[in-house]
């Protein structure tokens, strides 16, 4: 469940900064601000049901699901195959993400 809401917030998150970015840098229409704020919104609530008792904690495992999360969309939606250091990259990432949110706690 924990990775599950990380991915669906990874993936609204990304979705809100690819509308801003759309606007800025590929020329869209400013009404693509809208849904890009939602999405963001949507985000941060999705982040808050990870059952964690730390928000600190959470944010920083949820860096290595966004992480992954990125590497997919550059390869899913912009059509660009991540290379072999992507790839390594994002895998160390997610065990980093693996070893903050579950390891043993006193």
Excluded at 2 to 12: K, N, R, V
Excluded at 31 to 55: E, R, Y
């Amino acid at each position: 469940m924990t990775y599950g809401l990380y991915a669906l917030a990874a993936l609204a998150e990304i979705a809100g900064c690819f509308a801003f970015w759309a606007w800025l840098r590929l020329a869209k229409p400013i009404w693509w601000l809208a849904p890009g704020l939602v999405s963001l919104a949507l985000f941060a609530w999705l982040l808050t049901l990870v059952p964690s008792d730390a928000a600190g904690r959470t944010f920083a495992a949820y860096g290595g699901v966004y992480i992954v999360a990125s590497i997919l969309w550059l390869w899913l939606v912009e059509g660009r195959a991540p290379d072999r250091w992507d790839i390594s990259g994002a895998a160390v990432c997610l065990a980093g993400a693996t070893i903050i949110l579950f390891g043993p706690r006193n």
